[in-house]
């Protein structure tokens, strides 16, 4: 049976291509006992969605402060130029 | 932590966002331009990518209602363009047998005991509703900071996998890298990700 570290590298490597019968009845007895490893697997999983959502910048360090979730104050006096 | 840059954040009276609008595409352009480089190594090539991606951009432009998804439509174009880029590099990189650039098992020696079962200290606990976490700025600032954290080549195969859409096979053509290879690169980079994210915001808890 595979110890936590083999475990979380079959579940990465699922990612890229289907396990094998026998990878997938290890990985299964696995997790089973293992919460720590049940919960990698979530967590790899929203790190893929995460990744399909993210988008580099948009986290209101200053170039771009907001996303829409926080719109923007209504006087815009301090702008300037444009 | 939600401080503004006062005078950068306007939007346009009357709603839509404009591509065109220097205020909105210069801090886009330099991200874009940050973000291909990141990935293709290479100035010039990013460059063009970033280019064609802005004139496509244009040329196409829809009617967005906030910059969040323009942007995010904008940058979906660049991750085809440099999909395509890197794809047609494959065919003419040399063997620059590019690994791992992190000391001989160094992540896995600070998660997993010799038995190759997670330290006390690194089993990954139980995220509460990590889908909320996306929508708060500040968990995207986290999130950028970890994946800035990560060694610089993994941060790259990552990005290409999960962001640019690349599959396996696809990275290591581009990068002559060994499947074998890959796969560690991965594995560590997600360990890492993972680990930082549950630092600095599941646990930790900034919300």
Same mark, same amino acid.
């Given at each position: !049976?595979?110890?936590?570290?083999? *475990?979380?590298?079959?579940?990465?490597?699922?990612?890229?291509?289907? /396990?094998? &019968?026998?990878? %997938?009845?290890?990985?299964? !007895?696995?997790?089973?006992?293992? *919460?720590?490893?049940?919960?990698?697997?979530?967590?790899?999983?929203? /790190?893929? &969605?995460?990744? %399909?959502?993210?988008?580099?910048?948009?986290?209101?360090?200053?170039?771009?402060?907001?996303?829409?979730?926080?719109?923007?104050?209504?006087?815009?006096?301090?702008?300037?130029?444009? | 932590?939600?401080?503004?840059?006062?005078?950068?954040?306007?939007?346009?009276?009357?709603?839509?966002?404009?591509?065109?609008?220097?205020?909105?595409?210069?801090?886009?352009?330099?991200?874009?331009?940050?973000?291909?480089?990141?990935?293709?190594?290479?100035?010039?090539?990013?460059?063009?990518?970033?280019?064609?991606?802005?004139?496509?951009?244009?040329?196409?432009?829809?009617?967005?209602?906030?910059?969040?998804?323009?942007?995010?439509?904008?940058?979906?174009?660049?991750?085809?363009?440099?999909?395509?880029?890197?794809?047609?590099?494959?065919?003419?990189?040399?063997?620059?047998?590019?690994?791992?650039?992190?000391?001989?098992?160094?992540?896995?020696?600070?998660?997993?005991?010799?038995?190759?079962?997670?330290?006390?200290?690194?089993?990954?606990?139980?995220?509460?509703?990590?889908?909320?976490?996306?929508?708060?700025?500040?968990?995207?600032?986290?999130?950028?900071?970890?994946?800035?954290?990560?060694?610089?080549?993994?941060?790259?195969?990552?990005?290409?996998?999960?962001?640019?859409?690349?599959?396996?096979?696809?990275?290591?053509?581009?990068?002559?890298?060994?499947?074998?290879?890959?796969?560690?690169?991965?594995?560590?980079?997600?360990?890492?990700?993972?680990?930082?994210?549950?630092?600095?915001?599941?646990?930790?808890?900034?919300?």
């Amino acid at each position: !049976m595979p110890n936590c570290r083999e *475990s979380t590298r079959l579940m990465s490597e699922a990612r890229e291509r289907g /396990l094998t &019968a026998v990878e %997938r009845v290890a990985l299964r !007895m696995h997790l089973l006992m293992c *919460s720590a490893c049940r919960n990698f697997g979530k967590q790899l999983h929203f /790190l893929g &969605a995460a990744m %399909r959502v993210y988008v580099p910048g948009e986290n209101g360090d200053g170039n771009d402060a907001n996303s829409d979730a926080t719109p923007a104050p209504p006087d815009t006096d301090l702008k300037t130029g444009g | 932590m939600s401080e503004r840059m006062a005078g950068e954040t306007a939007q346009p009276a009357g709603g839509d966002v404009q591509l065109a609008d220097p205020e909105f595409l210069v801090p886009l352009r330099r991200q874009m331009i940050k973000f291909a480089t990141l990935q293709l190594k290479d100035p010039d090539l990013a460059e063009d990518a970033v280019q064609e991606a802005l004139a496509g951009a244009l040329k196409n432009q829809r009617s967005f209602g906030g910059r969040s998804a323009l942007k995010t439509w904008v940058f979906g174009i660049l991750k085809y363009k440099i999909a395509d880029a890197l794809r047609q590099r494959s065919r003419t990189v040399t063997a620059s047998s590019l690994g791992d650039d992190e000391d001989e098992g160094e992540t896995f020696a600070a998660l997993f005991d010799a038995r190759g079962h997670w330290h006390l200290d690194a089993r990954p606990t139980g995220w509460h509703e990590p889908e909320g976490s996306l929508r708060e700025t500040q968990f995207w600032r986290v999130f950028e900071a970890c994946l800035e954290g990560l060694p610089e080549r993994q941060a790259r195969v990552f990005m290409m996998r999960e962001f640019v859409g690349l599959d396996a096979e696809e990275i290591c053509n581009a990068l002559a890298l060994s499947r074998t290879n890959l796969n560690v690169m991965l594995h560590r980079a997600r360990l890492r990700l993972r680990a930082c994210l549950e630092t600095h915001w599941f646990v930790e808890g900034v919300r």
